[in-house]
């Protein structure tokens, strides 16, 4: 069976283990509450290198840890 690369993003465990709201991330990285509402349920299909940027900064994270890709079967 084959398989096909899937990206999500690991926001929504990210915060919750740093005890962050989503609306406080976006107070602090003063970006748009629904944009980041978007990354942390994963209901994004572009990702946008200024809001990753910020994230990074203030949660003191690495990108690898807010993408992350997986292989899956194929339906």
Do not use: G, W
């Not at 349920?41 to 946008?48: A, G, I, K, L, V």
């Amino acid at each position: 069976m084959k398989k096909r690369t899937v990206i999500y993003c690991n926001l929504k465990e990210l915060l919750l283990n740093k005890d962050i709201s989503i609306r406080q991330l976006s107070q602090e990285i003063n970006e748009p509450f629904e944009s980041i509402r978007r990354l942390h349920n994963n209901d994004t299909t572009r990702y946008s290198k200024q809001i990753l940027e910020k994230i990074c900064d203030y949660l003191d994270v690495q990108i690898e840890d807010i993408l992350k890709i997986e292989k899956i079967n194929r339906d």
